[in-house]
Antibody
Framework: QVQLQESGPGLVKPSETLSLTCTVSGVSISNYYWSWIRQPPGKRLEWIGYFSYSGSTKYNPSLKSRVTFSVDTSNNQLSLNLTSVTAADTAVYYC????????????WGQGTLVTVSS | DIQMTQSPSSLSASVGDRVTITCRASQDVSTWLAWYQHKPGKAPKLLISDVSTLQTGVPSRFSGRGSGTDFTLTISSLQPEDFATYFCQQAVSFPWTFGQGTKVEIK
């Protein structure tokens, strides 16, 4: 059974770096593409970008200059770093597995709320 | 970016009702359109890909249709477990974008 679980600080100060981890179980992260997606309160979902173990990445241009993805295959974990955060980065952050057909996500984590505030 | 607009934003319906949600794209997305169901505190669930392909395990009361810029998700007979928010997503071009969601509530 494939499961994804996001974790990280629930509160980040403005101008600091938001760092989240997604722990994946039931499947090797090496075999799929993965995305980070977020949803600010009261707003629609926003795709942050995708990446693969092989190094293929694609970022949303609106966030590209501040986002970094990484993978830890030994722990089957994915990571997201978002630098220079502001209140606009307050959101529920999801990690998700891209389906074999591509371009959509067949497994998601439950999401983790990150609030940017001093 | 391609804008995805869903209507209505919310609706109230009764168990057994037929419900249709519309998703309109600001430009042609061909068949690169998916639908998801999201319940509070839960992981979103992929219902339909490629406009009309039902995912394994998704009840047949769910169906999708459309092409180009106009798409619909229909629940033929609403069940208690279907009360949730539904959103569409396009992937014809980057960045992939989502509709704002349609909340289906109990009448």
């Amino acid at each position: 059974q494939v499961q994804l679980q996001e974790s990280g600080p629930g509160l980040v100060k403005p101008s600091e770096t938001l760092s989240l981890t997604c722990t994946v179980s039931g499947v090797s992260i090496s075999n799929y593409y993965w995305s980070w997606i977020r949803q600010p309160p009261g707003k629609r979902l926003e795709w942050i970008g995708y990446f693969s173990y092989s190094g293929s990445t694609k970022y949303n241009p609106s966030l590209k200059s501040r986002v970094t993805f990484s993978v830890d295959t030994s722990n089957n974990q994915l990571s997201l770093n978002l630098t220079s955060v502001t209140a606009a980065d307050t959101a529920v952050y999801y990690c998700a597995r891209e389906s074999r057909g591509g371009y959509n996500w067949d497994y998601w984590g439950q999401g983790t709320l990150v609030t940017v505030s001093s | 970016d391609i804008q995805m607009t869903q209507s209505p934003s919310s609706l109230s319906a009764s168990v057994g009702d037929r419900v249709t949600i519309t998703c309109r794209a600001s430009q042609d997305v061909s068949t690169w359109l998916a639908w998801y169901q999201h319940k509070p505190g839960k992981a979103p669930k992929l219902l339909i890909s490629d406009v009309s392909t039902l995912q394994t395990g998704v009840p047949s009361r769910f169906s999708g249709r459309g092409s180009g810029t106009d798409f619909t998700l229909t629940i033929s007979s609403l069940q208690p477990e279907d009360f949730a928010t539904y959103f569409c997503q396009q992937a014809v071009s980057f960045p992939w974008t989502f509709g704002q969601g349609t909340k289906v509530e109990i009448k």
